[in-house]
């Protein structure tokens, strides 16, 4: 049974074709990177999957949507609010519990937040308010995880300590990536779009950054 699968997926906004005819199967296990130029698709396609396992799925959306009053160690264990009672999530608002806080501290470790564990999140960098958002996606758990470019706002080395940490704790991912040197590293699978259609699909074993620049230059031709 596949993990995502869509057929002849079409979607329009305000009369424009952004995504057109897509069929994906995408199979429990594999880590596929999405890449093209902006707005050919890559986030469209990224939020169609996902809707179809909202449930059981994590996300790390674009804008980190975090509750800038709150801590980092709020802000992550809203991870899980829906697997707990409302007065197990409102106990721990007031007086968070050790173990939660092990936890999450632990998970902050790897993403080398663990020092901001109880900072507000409006105090943040945008690089840090990014892994805080990686941060509660990987406390979610679930049977996959999704990435609208997760490590868009941080540099190389926490770049790949990002995707490491996602790697770890996810057996399926699909990450639209801009940086094709992370996605040919951390993803088995590259899925190259342009204007609004798959247009490379192939594992990144067989794949160098080379042949993926006409992506980027519209240059789709001989792909």
């Given at each position: 049974?596949?993990?995502?699968?869509?057929?002849?997926?079409?979607?329009?906004?305000?009369?424009?074709t952004v995504?057109?005819?897509?069929?994906?199967?995408?199979?429990?296990?594999?880590?596929?990177?999405?890449?093209?130029?902006?707005?050919?698709?890559?986030?469209?396609?990224?939020?169609?999957?996902?809707?179809?396992?909202?449930?059981?799925?994590?996300?790390?959306?674009?804008?980190?949507?975090?509750?800038?009053?709150?801590?980092?160690?709020?802000?992550?264990?809203?991870?899980?609010?829906?697997?707990?009672?409302?007065?197990?999530?409102?106990?721990?608002?007031?007086?968070?519990?050790?173990?939660?806080?092990?936890?999450?501290?632990?998970?902050?470790?790897?993403?080398e937040m663990?020092?901001?564990?109880?900072?507000?999140?409006?105090?943040?960098?945008?690089?840090?308010?990014?892994?805080?958002?990686?941060?509660?996606?990987?406390?979610?758990?679930?049977?996959?995880?999704?990435?609208?470019?997760?490590?868009?706002?941080?540099?190389?080395?926490?770049?790949?300590?990002?995707?490491?940490?996602?790697?770890?704790?996810?057996?399926?991912?699909?990450?639209?990536?801009?940086?094709?040197?992370?996605?040919?590293?951390?993803?088995?699978?590259?899925?190259?779009?342009?204007?609004?259609?798959?247009?490379?699909?192939?594992?990144?074993?067989?794949?160098?950054?080379?042949?993926?620049?006409?992506?980027?230059?519209?240059?789709?031709?001989?792909?």
């Amino acid at each position: 049974m596949a993990a995502f699968e869509l057929r002849d997926a079409t979607v329009s906004y305000d009369g424009n074709t952004v995504l057109n005819r897509i069929t994906l199967r995408i199979e429990r296990g594999e880590r596929v990177a999405l890449v093209g130029r902006s707005g050919v698709g890559k986030s469209t396609l990224l939020h169609l999957l996902y809707e179809q396992s909202r449930a059981t799925s994590a996300l790390v959306p674009q804008d980190p949507g975090l509750v800038r009053s709150l801590s980092v160690f709020h802000n992550v264990f809203m991870g899980r609010l829906n697997q707990n009672s409302i007065w197990y999530n409102l106990t721990n608002l007031v007086m968070p519990r050790r173990q939660e806080v092990d936890d999450i501290r632990a998970l902050l470790v790897s993403l080398e937040m663990d020092d901001k564990l109880f900072q507000p999140a409006g105090e943040l960098s945008g690089g840090q308010q990014q892994r805080t958002s990686v941060a509660r996606a990987l406390f979610r758990k679930g049977d996959a995880l999704l990435g609208d470019e997760p490590v868009s706002s941080v540099d190389e080395h926490q770049s790949q300590s990002v995707l490491r940490s996602i790697n770890a704790a996810y057996d399926t991912t699909i990450l639209a990536m801009h940086d094709v040197d992370l996605a040919l590293a951390f993803c088995d699978r590259i899925v190259g779009l342009d204007d609004g259609r798959i247009v490379l699909d192939s594992a990144a074993a067989d794949m160098k950054r080379s042949d993926l620049m006409p992506l980027y230059r519209g240059e789709v031709t001989g792909l």
